[in-house]
């Protein structure tokens, strides 16, 4: 496929739409919303087109790569712009555009009475831009700015109520956090250009063999660290939660479903540069994933806060995509984002219209049967939870499966284990989610009435419910499936046979179940309280510790600050953060401070600068004069 | 021509160049401070000649010229601008300008 | 002891001194004064060392000309002002005396050893320049160098000195109004200063 | 041949300092002109005149491209070095005199002196990126330095700019003392001034084939004199610690020259510095290198962290200009071709985009340049979208985003390092970078994510600046994505006039 192809618009149409918007919003007012959500509905049609195209193809020349700008090349600078449309690349275009249309449409009611309507929606578009940017770019380069991109998208959204402190000191975080990630993306980057003397994905992927282990190994987990950051995962998902200050319709479709997912998409593109180092870094890809995903589904277990619940959420889900990354099942992981990029945002949603009609509450300790009030709201986040707890016939049972058949077929049995005690702890916490808010009797905090999602809202919630339910027949054995379909992108992956075929769908089916079974008993019916006090009695400090982020921060605040603070005493307050987020912090308060008292040296007396010249002058003459002495 | 050697001229030049740096940093009357980088210049003029002497050639006596062209077109627009910010402030001591800073 | 060695020693001193005399003399016009007997003792020393016309040009430009603008300036702004000897700036005189020792040391390190060691490749280039000086003469000799290897930086002087006539018309030019306006600092650097 | 014994007259030949000789004549009838032909409120025509001299001296600096001489008794040189650094100069020269005009009639100063001195300093900033002579490059040095004191100085009815002219001049003139002893004790070092020398190197001795026919120990005295040249150029590339100058005299001139002197300033003085040290002293690399890398990576940390803090945009892009001088040392450590056409590229595209930034800055600082804080560029977006556009792509190219001609830029640079075997030298330098990046962050911040004050007064946006940015605006993002014509045309500068002697016995690598 070597025509002109519409890759250029999928792209280009959202950055129109947050050109006009950004400039002309003020003059728009509130058809700003429509315009914004044209712009990537029609990016979505323009990526389905792409996409019938490319299955109309014989399976190997599904892959096009398009030229935007053409310029002379020289030497070894020759990365012009210019989008690669493969089989990978267009399901991500479909995800992006297609829940990123829903949760446009949903923002239009969301938003509305916002005085930053217009700007919000251009910031939108923006972020749709550069993340399409960065699923489309055929070099590193492009692919960096799209990440950067979102970043940049990312801060000005989660701050995007400034006025309100903690909003923007979430965005601060959220910057920082992922600068100590980006960083180490670009040193990968420059590894493989130093390395290979190209930035051209696919020639990356075809010469990461010839890198030798060392450097492979180096690249990969430069590459992944940076994947750490913009995906959550340990140690830098702290910035994660934080960002729940956004506005919701953000929280769904750069923290859940799309830019978080760049990681994912990001190690799955560069497979062969993973491999490559002999399987050191997928296999620490593949452990960081595992223990995220368990770390965050305890932490998600002993959270109120009910968007702070399905960002931990989120981060385990994420993990889940890692392990699959680690045990080289990278389509059964981009199966995964494709599910999860539906009912997360699916749950997402829902939260924010109870929220909207709430008055903001986020605590779920003070809602109760709101399935009464809000029946569309309930039965479609019904429809999330019973995906994301594996429960078969919705959409998580079939790529959560494939993930955990994947890790058992590779033999890699504790990947498999952490991830099947994750799906049982996914089902329960939200199982608790779901209970608490939407079962029970009918309780709202006082002054606000609960009333269903209005219809914009439920015009978004519903097809991703839809989506949700049978979101997996995308990869039903036997039909047109996505890991057919990705396989000439990331190869093949092994598919579980004989008795396995049923055992491990089984087992993590009887996970999920069990996992629904015990929030139930927990939360729902007579007795759940007495039952409820016994184990935590029983398991009394193990709850006690999940309730406390496992002292997460109190353990870095031991090995990482208190050292620290010992170690020099002006610092003190510079490293009184916490945690991974304390030492990024702390390295910026550092330099903030060190600046702040370094610019007192520019005393504004002309003779200090004199001074201080005399004693350059000296350094450089001492210096040249010694060596020649000594020479 | 003098039986001193070389040195003793740089060791001359060395102390005035010197002098000249200490005084420019230590005294507060621009104009003052400007004549104490006068004093460096003429120190490295010394310099020039005495490494004439030694080369046997002219071009250091040469540069001296230039030098002086260089001294006395930064004397002309410096003691211009130490004009202009002293009738302002009515104070020739460059410690009073310090509104620039950090 | 030759004429030319106490000579030297006389403008060794007279230099010397008249430098260290600037470093302490509380008014400007001394300061001036002082600079101007360096110059003329400067100049011996270049005669010293045969360069005849450089001195000449040296008592009457430099000495004459430059500081007479210097005096004319400092007369301009008052000659009674003279400059407290209190240095208000903490540690500027130390630092200030103690690095410029340093350098000065360095230097002489250079003049003593670092020289004499160079001078071992030059040699001692006075009979050339002697005989240049008794045929075709300095004066003459310094001309042709002058005007011939030395030709574009000779007239580079001319913009330079151009440059420098343009800018002092317009720095002396009038100015209707003046803003003694400070500039404007943040709420948080205000806070420091208070 | 003793010179001083029988008079020859010179060869002339006028070709290698055409340029600067034309901008020397117009500066002249611009002066004539005005004296003239009355006082009138509209002189557009000096603007226009300057600007023709400009693109003229341009088109002779092409005319000599491919050049590669020793011309004028070896005092300068014709070379690729020289043509690509007038050309970037008088495009430099061109923004500013544009920029300006604009800038002059708003304030109501406009007079035929700024065009004048604008002319000459570009002329010496030509003339020292061709000196082959150390006292040529004085010359030039003290010529653009003087008309900078009295531009710096140009808004007479400020006291912070008498004050930024006063410490500028007064810093200035100390390490031109500096500088000067540099070149005395190179003179009696090797007995000449020249960076080349002639055809004879006993009769025409230079630093170049000195150092080739001398037994290495006896070059002590040459080393020790680099290290004062290293103080005068360090002064005017504003590397640490010889900056301090550059916050206040940034801050005090009027934006325009502040633009013109981060960008012209800059750029002769690393000419020179390449001359100087990739060229001339290349064979005692090993003597100079440890001390640039120290000064380099210096500056890049102080310049980055000291601009973090700054709540003046003006000052704020002074530190930055002083990390951006750290930035391309690197490329003059690396002290190999890619190192040479890459500092000249970063320069190059630097210079336009720190010329665009001071623009804008301008058009927001209104009259009597009032409004210069962080603060007062609050919510500029939505009021002025496509100029905070332009800044803030200014801004992304100075922070080296990809995409803009920065990132090339640093590439490059960075590349060159790390093939002469400096990669812990670029490593401070991407780490400096990303401080540097927050900085530039939160400027943009502040224009895009608050909101404007409703009291700011609607901004005069003038035809002629906003064309300088417009185009300062498409060469950014031009050279981002299309850089290959500059770097060539860079890559050409890189072959520098070599003495026969150097021909003719090359260094063998990595001594």
Same mark, same amino acid.
């Given at each position: 496929?070597?025509?002109?192809?519409?890759?250029?618009?999928?792209?280009?149409?959202?950055?129109?739409?947050?050109?006009?918007?950004?400039?002309?919003?003020?003059?728009?007012?509130?058809?700003?919303?429509?315009?914004?959500?044209?712009?990537?509905?029609?990016?979505?049609?323009?990526?389905?087109? =792409?996409?019938?195209?490319?299955? *109309?193809?014989?399976?190997?020349?599904?892959?096009?790569?398009?030229?935007?700008?053409?310029?002379?090349?020289?030497?070894?600078?020759?990365?012009?712009?210019?989008?690669?449309?493969?089989?990978?690349?267009?399901?991500?275009?479909?995800?992006?555009?297609?829940?990123?249309?829903?949760?446009?449409?949903?923002?239009?009611?969301?938003?509305?009475?916002?005085?930053?309507?217009?700007?919000?929606?251009?910031?939108?578009?923006?972020?749709?831009?550069?993340?399409?940017?960065?699923?489309?770019?055929?070099?590193?380069?492009?692919?960096?700015?799209?990440?950067?991109?979102?970043?940049?998208?990312?801060?000005?959204?989660?701050?995007?109520?400034?006025?309100?402190?903690?909003?923007?000191?979430?965005?601060?975080?959220?910057?920082?956090?992922?600068?100590?990630?980006?960083? !180490?993306?670009?040193?990968?980057?420059?590894?493989?250009?130093?390395?290979?003397?190209?930035?051209?994905?696919?020639?990356?992927?075809?010469?990461?063999?010839?890198?030798?282990?060392?450097?492979?190994?180096?690249?990969?987990?430069?590459?992944?660290? *940076?994947?750490?950051?913009?995906?959550?995962?340990?140690?830098?998902?702290?910035?994660?939660?934080?960002?729940?200050?956004?506005?919701?319709?953000?929280?769904?479709?750069?923290?859940?479903?799309?830019?978080?997912?760049?990681?994912?998409?990001?190690?799955?593109?560069?497979?062969?540069?993973?491999?490559?180092?002999?399987?050191?870094?997928? =296999?620490?890809?593949?452990?960081?994933?595992?223990?995220?995903?368990?770390?965050?589904?305890?932490?998600?277990?002993?959270?109120?806060?009910?968007?702070?619940?399905?960002?931990?959420?989120?981060?385990?889900?994420?993990?889940?995509?890692?392990?699959?990354?680690?045990?080289?099942?990278?389509?059964?992981?981009?199966?995964?984002?494709?599910?999860?990029?539906?009912?997360?945002?699916?749950?997402?949603?829902?939260?924010?219209?109870?929220?909207?009609?709430?008055?903001?509450?986020?605590?779920?300790?003070?809602?109760?049967?709101?399935?009464? !009030?809000?029946?569309?709201?309930?039965?479609?986040?019904?429809?999330?939870?019973?995906?994301?707890?594996?429960?078969?016939?919705?959409?998580?049972?079939?790529?959560?499966?494939?993930?955990?058949?994947?890790?058992?077929?590779?033999?890699?049995?504790?990947?498999?284990?952490?991830?099947?005690?994750?799906?049982?702890?996914?089902?329960?916490?939200?199982?608790?989610?779901?209970?608490?808010?939407?079962?029970?009797?009918?309780?709202?905090?006082?002054?606000?009435?609960?009333?269903?999602?209005?219809?914009?809202?439920?015009? !978004?919630?519903?097809?991703?419910?839809?989506?949700?339910?049978?979101?997996?027949?995308?990869?039903?054995?036997?039909?047109?499936?996505?890991?057919?379909?990705?396989?000439?992108?990331?190869?093949?992956?092994?598919?579980?046979?004989?008795?396995?075929?049923?055992?491990?769908?089984?087992?993590?089916?009887?996970?999920?179940?069990?996992?629904?079974?015990?929030?139930?008993?927990?939360?729902?019916?007579?007795? !759940?309280?007495?039952?409820?006090?016994?184990?935590?009695?029983?398991?009394?400090?193990?709850?006690?510790?999940?309730?406390?982020?496992?002292?997460?921060?109190?353990?870095?605040?031991?090995?990482?600050?208190?050292?620290?603070?010992?170690?020099?005493?002006?610092?003190?307050?510079?490293?009184?953060?916490?945690?991974?987020?304390?030492?990024?912090?702390?390295?910026?308060?550092?330099?903030?401070?060190?600046?702040?008292?370094?610019?007192?040296?520019?005393?504004?007396?002309?003779?200090?600068?004199?001074?201080?010249?005399?004693?350059?002058?000296?350094?450089?003459?001492?210096?040249?004069? =010694?060596?020649?002495?000594?020479? | 021509?003098?039986?001193?050697?070389?040195?003793?001229?740089?060791?001359?030049?060395?102390?005035?160049?010197?002098?000249?740096?200490?005084?420019?940093?230590?005294?507060?009357?621009?104009?003052?401070?400007?004549?104490?980088?006068?004093?460096?210049?003429?120190?490295?003029?010394?310099?020039?000649?005495?490494?004439?002497?030694?080369?046997?050639?002219?071009?250091?006596?040469?540069?001296?010229?230039?030098?002086?062209?260089?001294?006395?077109?930064?004397?002309?627009?410096?003691?211009?601008?130490?004009?202009?910010?002293?009738?302002?402030?009515?104070?020739?001591?460059?410690?009073?300008?310090?509104?620039?800073?950090? | 002891?030759?004429?030319?060695?106490?000579?030297?020693?006389?403008?060794?001193?007279?230099?010397?001194?008249?430098?260290?005399?600037?470093?302490?003399?509380?008014?400007?016009?001394?300061?001036?004064?002082?600079?101007?007997?360096?110059?003329?003792?400067?100049?011996?020393?270049?005669?010293?060392?045969?360069?005849?016309?450089?001195?000449?040009?040296?008592?009457?430009?430099?000495?004459?000309?430059?500081?007479?603008?210097?005096?004319?300036?400092?007369?301009?702004?008052?000659?009674?002002?003279?400059?407290?000897?209190?240095?208000?700036?903490?540690?500027?005189?130390?630092?200030?005396?103690?690095?410029?020792?340093?350098?000065?040391?360095?230097?002489?390190?250079?003049?003593?050893?670092?020289?004499?060691?160079?001078?071992?490749?030059?040699?001692?280039?006075?009979?050339?320049?002697?005989?240049?000086?008794?045929?075709?003469?300095?004066?003459?000799?310094?001309?042709?160098?002058?005007?011939?290897?030395?030709?574009?930086?000779?007239?580079?002087?001319?913009?330079?000195?151009?440059?420098?006539?343009?800018?002092?018309?317009?720095?002396?030019?009038?100015?209707?109004?003046?803003?003694?306006?400070?500039?404007?600092?943040?709420?948080?650097?205000?806070?420091?200063?208070? | 041949?003793?010179?001083?014994?029988?008079?020859?007259?010179?060869?002339?030949?006028?070709?290698?300092?055409?340029?600067?000789?034309?901008?020397?004549?117009?500066?002249?009838?611009?002066?004539?002109?005005?004296?003239?032909?009355?006082?009138?409120?509209?002189?557009?025509?000096?603007?226009?005149?300057?600007?023709?001299?400009?693109?003229?001296?341009?088109?002779?600096?092409?005319?000599?491209?491919?050049?590669?001489?020793?011309?004028?008794?070896?005092?300068?040189?014709?070379?690729?070095?020289?043509?690509?650094?007038?050309?970037?100069?008088?495009?430099?020269?061109?923004?500013?005199?544009?920029?300006?005009?604009?800038?002059?009639?708003?304030?109501?100063?406009?007079?035929?002196?700024?065009?004048?001195?604008?002319?000459?300093?570009?002329?010496?900033?030509?003339?020292?990126?061709?000196?082959?002579?150390?006292?040529?490059?004085?010359?030039?040095?003290?010529?653009?330095?003087?008309?900078?004191?009295?531009?710096?100085?140009?808004?007479?009815?400020?006291?912070?700019?008498?004050?930024?002219?006063?410490?500028?001049?007064?810093?200035?003139? #100390?390490?031109?003392?500096?500088?000067?002893?540099?070149?005395?004790?190179?003179?009696?070092?090797?007995?000449?001034?020249?960076?080349?020398?002639?055809?004879?190197?006993?009769?025409?001795?230079?630093?170049?084939?000195?150092?080739?026919?001398?037994?290495?120990?006896?070059?002590?005295?040459?080393?020790?004199?680099?290290?004062?040249?290293?103080?005068?150029?360090?002064?005017?590339?504003?590397?640490?610690?010889?900056?301090?100058?550059?916050?206040?005299?940034?801050?005090?001139?009027?934006?325009?020259?502040?633009?013109?002197?981060?960008?012209?300033?800059?750029?002769?003085?690393?000419?020179?510095?390449?001359?100087? #040290?990739?060229?001339?002293?290349?064979?005692?690399?090993?003597?100079?290198?440890?001390?640039?890398?120290?000064?380099?990576?210096?500056?890049?940390?102080?310049?980055?962290?000291?601009?973090?803090?700054?709540?003046?945009?003006?000052?704020?892009?002074?530190?930055?200009?002083?990390?951006?001088?750290?930035?391309?040392?690197?490329?003059?450590?690396?002290?190999?071709?890619?190192?040479?056409?890459?500092?000249?590229?970063?320069?190059?595209?630097?210079?336009?985009?720190?010329?665009?930034?001071?623009?804008?800055?301008?058009?927001?600082?209104?009259?009597?340049?009032?409004?210069?804080?962080?603060?007062?560029?609050?919510?500029?977006?939505?009021?002025?979208?496509?100029?905070?556009?332009?800044?803030?792509?200014?801004?992304?190219?100075?922070?080296?985003?990809?995409?803009?001609?920065?990132?090339?830029?640093?590439?490059?640079?960075?590349?060159?390092?790390?093939?002469?075997?400096?990669?812990?030298?670029?490593?401070?330098?991407?780490?400096?970078?990303?401080?540097?990046?927050?900085?530039?962050?939160?400027?943009?911040?502040?224009?895009?994510?608050?909101?404007?004050?409703?009291?700011?007064?609607?901004?005069?946006?003038?035809?002629?600046?906003?064309?300088?940015?417009?185009?300062?605006?498409?060469?950014?993002?031009?050279?981002?994505?299309?850089?290959?014509?500059?770097?060539?045309?860079?890559?050409?500068?890189?072959?520098?006039?070599?003495?026969?002697?150097?021909?003719?016995?090359?260094?063998?690598?990595?001594?």
């Amino acid at each position: 496929m070597r025509e002109a192809g519409l890759a250029p618009f999928i792209v280009g149409l959202p950055l129109l739409g947050a050109v006009v918007l950004l400039v002309f919003g003020r003059r728009i007012g509130r058809a700003s919303g429509l315009i914004a959500s044209g712009a990537i509905g029609l990016a979505f049609v323009l990526g389905v087109i =792409t996409f019938a195209r490319l299955l *109309g193809l014989p399976a190997e020349e599904r892959e096009a790569t398009q030229r935007v700008f053409d310029f002379i090349t020289v030497g070894d600078f020759s990365t012009g712009v210019s989008l690669l449309v493969d089989q990978l690349s267009v399901v991500m275009v479909l995800v992006v555009t297609g829940v990123g249309t829903l949760i446009h449409i949903y923002s239009i009611s969301y938003m509305a009475g916002d005085p930053r309507y217009s700007r919000f929606f251009g910031y939108l578009n923006l972020f749709a831009a550069f993340m399409l940017l960065l699923v489309l770019g055929d070099n590193l380069l492009l692919l960096y700015v799209g990440w950067e991109g979102v970043g940049l998208c990312s801060y000005l959204l989660i701050g995007f109520w400034f006025e309100r402190p903690i909003a923007a000191t979430a965005a601060k975080k959220a910057f920082l956090v992922n600068r100590v990630g980006d960083f !180490a993306f670009m040193i990968g980057i420059f590894v493989l250009f130093v390395s290979l003397g190209t930035l051209d994905l696919l020639a990356i992927n075809a010469n990461a063999a010839a890198m030798g282990a060392g450097l492979s190994t180096a690249a990969g987990l430069l590459l992944f660290l *940076g994947a750490t950051g913009k995906s959550a995962q340990i140690p830098l998902y702290v910035w994660l939660p934080d960002a729940m200050e956004g506005p919701t319709p953000v929280s769904a479709l750069i923290h859940a479903a799309t830019m978080v997912t760049a990681g994912v998409y990001m190690v799955a593109r560069l497979s062969p540069v993973f491999e490559a180092s002999g399987g050191a870094a997928l =296999t620490v890809v593949g452990y960081v994933g595992a223990l995220t995903a368990l770390w965050a589904a305890l932490m998600a277990s002993a959270e109120y806060d009910i968007k702070r619940v399905l960002a931990y959420s989120t981060i385990s889900q994420l993990g889940y995509m890692f392990l699959a990354l680690g045990v080289g099942a990278y389509s059964a992981a981009i199966f995964h984002l494709v599910t999860h990029a539906f009912f997360k945002a699916l749950m997402f949603l829902g939260a924010g219209a109870i929220m909207h009609v709430l008055g903001g509450e986020v605590d779920m300790r003070r809602m109760s049967g709101l399935r009464r !009030a809000m029946p569309i709201v309930a039965y479609t986040f019904a429809a999330g939870v019973l995906a994301i707890s594996g429960i078969i016939p919705f959409a998580g049972f079939f790529s959560k499966d494939a993930i955990l058949a994947s890790a058992w077929i590779e033999g890699n049995f504790l990947l498999w284990g952490i991830g099947t005690v994750t799906a049982l702890l996914t089902a329960f916490y939200m199982a608790r989610l779901y209970i608490r808010v939407f079962e029970g009797r009918l309780e709202t905090p006082e002054g606000t009435h609960a009333h269903d999602a209005p219809a914009l809202m439920a015009a !978004a919630l519903i097809p991703l419910g839809v989506l949700s339910v049978i979101g997996g027949v995308i990869n039903l054995p036997g039909l047109v499936t996505l890991e057919h379909f990705l396989e000439p992108a990331l190869g093949e992956s092994e598919v579980p046979t004989g008795v396995l075929t049923f055992l491990l769908p089984g087992l993590a089916l009887v996970a999920g179940a069990a996992g629904l079974f015990i929030g139930r008993r927990l939360y729902m019916g007579e007795g !759940a309280e007495a039952r409820r006090a016994r184990l935590v009695a029983a398991g009394g400090p193990l709850v006690e510790a999940a309730r406390n982020k496992f002292y997460v921060d109190r353990i870095y605040a031991a090995t990482i600050v208190a050292p620290g603070r010992a170690l020099a005493s002006f610092c003190a307050d510079v490293l009184d953060g916490r945690g991974i987020e304390g030492v990024v912090n702390g390295t910026a308060t550092f330099i903030g401070r060190s600046s702040q008292s370094l610019r007192h040296l520019q005393t504004g007396y002309v003779r200090t600068y004199g001074v201080t010249f005399l004693f350059g002058v000296v350094l450089v003459f001492g210096f040249l004069l =010694t060596r020649v002495v000594l020479a | 021509m003098t039986e001193v050697a070389p040195s003793y001229f740089l060791v001359l030049a060395a102390l005035l160049f010197s002098i000249g740096v200490v005084g420019a940093l230590t005294r507060r009357n621009a104009i003052v401070i400007f004549m104490f980088i006068e004093l460096m210049l003429n120190a490295v003029n010394l310099v020039f000649v005495t490494f004439s002497r030694m080369w046997g050639n002219l071009d250091g006596q040469v540069l001296v010229f230039f030098v002086l062209v260089v001294a006395a077109a930064e004397a002309v627009v410096g003691l211009a601008i130490i004009l202009l910010i002293t009738r302002r402030r009515e104070s020739a001591n460059v410690d009073d300008a310090h509104l620039l800073r950090w | 002891m030759t004429i030319g060695t106490l000579v030297f020693g006389v403008a060794f001193i007279v230099a010397l001194g008249s430098a260290i005399a600037m470093l302490f003399a509380r008014n400007a016009v001394h300061v001036a004064l002082f600079l101007v007997a360096a110059q003329v003792a400067l100049a011996l020393t270049f005669l010293l060392q045969g360069a005849f016309f450089v001195a000449a040009v040296q008592i009457i430009i430099y000495a004459g000309a430059i500081m007479v603008l210097f005096l004319f300036v400092v007369m301009l702004l008052g000659v009674d002002r003279s400059e407290a000897l209190v240095e208000p700036l903490p540690f500027q005189r130390p630092l200030a005396l103690g690095l410029g020792a340093l350098l000065a040391a360095g230097i002489l390190y250079l003049a003593v050893a670092g020289i004499d060691a160079a001078s071992t490749i030059t040699g001692d280039g006075s009979g050339a320049l002697l005989a240049l000086n008794r045929d075709p003469g300095n004066v003459l000799a310094l001309a042709r160098v002058l005007f011939s290897r030395y030709l574009l930086p000779f007239e580079a002087t001319s913009a330079l000195l151009v440059a420098a006539i343009v800018g002092v018309m317009v720095l002396a030019r009038r100015v209707g109004s003046i803003s003694a306006v400070a500039p404007r600092i943040s709420p948080a650097e205000e806070r420091e200063v208070a | 041949m003793n010179l001083a014994q029988e008079f020859s007259q010179p060869e002339v030949q006028l070709g290698g300092i055409a340029p600067e000789l034309l901008l020397v004549g117009v500066a002249l009838i611009i002066l004539v002109v005005d004296a003239s032909f009355g006082r009138g409120d509209n002189r557009w025509y000096l603007a226009g005149l300057s600007a023709l001299g400009l693109a003229g001296a341009a088109a002779l600096a092409i005319m000599t491209w491919g050049d590669n001489e020793l011309q004028l008794s070896n005092m300068i040189a014709a070379d690729g070095l020289a043509a690509f650094s007038k050309v970037s100069l008088a495009a430099f020269g061109l923004l500013t005199v544009l920029l300006g005009r604009d800038y002059l009639a708003r304030d109501k100063i406009e007079e035929s002196e700024f065009y004048a001195l604008v002319l000459f300093a570009v002329a010496g900033m030509m003339l020292m990126t061709a000196a082959a002579d150390l006292i040529v490059m004085f010359l030039a040095l003290e010529t653009f330095s003087v008309s900078l004191y009295v531009l710096v100085a140009f808004r007479r009815a400020s006291l912070a700019s008498h004050e930024s002219a006063m410490k500028y001049f007064l810093l200035g003139a #100390f390490s031109s003392a500096f500088f000067l002893l540099g070149i005395a004790l190179t003179y009696g070092a090797i007995g000449s001034t020249n960076l080349y020398g002639g055809a004879d190197p006993v009769a025409e001795p230079g630093i170049a084939n000195f150092i080739t026919g001398t037994p290495t120990d006896d070059l002590s005295l040459l080393i020790v004199a680099t290290g004062f040249l290293v103080i005068g150029l360090g002064f005017k590339i504003a590397a640490v610690p010889f900056h301090m100058w550059t916050p206040d005299a940034y801050q005090g001139a009027p934006s325009p020259i502040t633009g013109f002197m981060a960008a012209g300033t800059k750029f002769a003085a690393f000419a020179a510095l390449l001359r100087l #040290f990739d060229a001339s002293l290349f064979p005692l690399r090993s003597e100079w290198r440890p001390l640039l890398i120290v000064l380099a990576v210096a500056t890049m940390i102080a310049g980055s962290v000291l601009a973090i803090v700054q709540e003046d945009l003006k000052r704020l892009l002074a530190y930055s200009s002083i990390a951006h001088a750290g930035f391309v040392l690197t490329g003059v450590i690396a002290a190999n071709d890619r190192g040479v056409s890459g500092a000249l590229f970063y320069l190059a595209t630097y210079g336009v985009a720190v010329l665009g930034a001071f623009a804008v800055i301008s058009l927001v600082a209104g009259r009597d340049e009032e409004r210069v804080l962080l603060a007062d560029h609050r919510g500029l977006f939505y009021e002025h979208p496509l100029l905070t556009t332009a800044l803030t792509l200014f801004l992304l190219s100075l922070a080296g985003v990809p995409v803009t001609s920065g990132f090339v830029g640093k590439l490059v640079v960075f590349g060159a390092a790390v093939e002469a075997g400096y990669t812990w030298v670029v490593v401070v330098g991407v780490l400096t970078s990303a401080i540097a990046a927050f900085f530039y962050l939160k400027v943009m911040a502040t224009m895009f994510l608050q909101e404007r004050d409703p009291d700011a007064p609607a901004l005069p946006v003038g035809r002629l600046a906003s064309g300088v940015v417009a185009v300062a605006a498409v060469a950014t993002i031009g050279f981002g994505l299309a850089w290959s014509p500059l770097i060539n045309a860079a890559e050409s500068a890189t072959i520098f006039f070599q003495s026969p002697q150097e021909q003719s016995a090359p260094i063998p690598p990595g001594g």
